[in-house]
């Protein structure tokens, strides 16, 4: 008996995708390199049991980063590292009440006012910057200054 083929003519035409998928992440996407933030479950992790202020502050940390570049979100025991090419900024403390993040740089930035402290990494060229955000507001013209001279920093010189 001829097995007759149900709404033959109604189906979908098969479509092949190619996909890339990118090994840090792996999400998939059709377009090759395609731009876009990664996370990985370590990060998830590292946010389980913060307090939610700071995760929303952290969250917006990220969408901010994000407007200026791609970036990679990676997570240690003690902190969380945003990258570039390579790390630019380490998100140290999730408290009740704020986020703290350090910035490196290869110079002191001391006319400013958003810093709390600024301290040479021993044994390199390296300033870390210490920024308290504690308000939404806070991530205001100067700060998000900074968080572009940073994200540079975290990308290759060619
Ligand atoms: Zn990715």
């Not at 025991?77 to 290869?106: E, H, Q, T």
């Amino acid at each position: 008996m001829r097995k007759r083929l149900i709404n033959y003519k109604f189906e979908k035409p098969l479509t092949i995708k190619l996909m890339w998928t990118c090994t840090f992440c792996n999400r998939s996407f059709e377009k090759v390199n395609q731009t876009h933030s990664c996370k990985d479950q370590s990060v998830d992790d590292f946010l389980l049991g913060k307090p939610d202020y700071a995760i929303n502050l952290f969250d917006l940390l990220i969408s901010k980063f994000e407007e200026i570049g791609p970036i990679k979100i990676h997570a240690t025991k003690s902190m969380v590292v945003i990258s570039a090419d390579k790390g630019f900024a380490y998100v140290i403390n999730l408290g009740k009440n704020f986020l703290d993040i350090v910035l490196p740089f290869n110079e002191r930035f001391e006319d400013n006012l958003c810093f709390r402290k600024i301290a040479l990494v021993p044994g390199t060229n390296d300033y870390n910057h210490h920024l308290r955000i504690m308000y939404q507001e806070d991530f205001n013209e100067e700060v998000f200054d900074y968080m572009q001279k940073a994200y540079d920093k975290g990308k290759k010189k060619f």
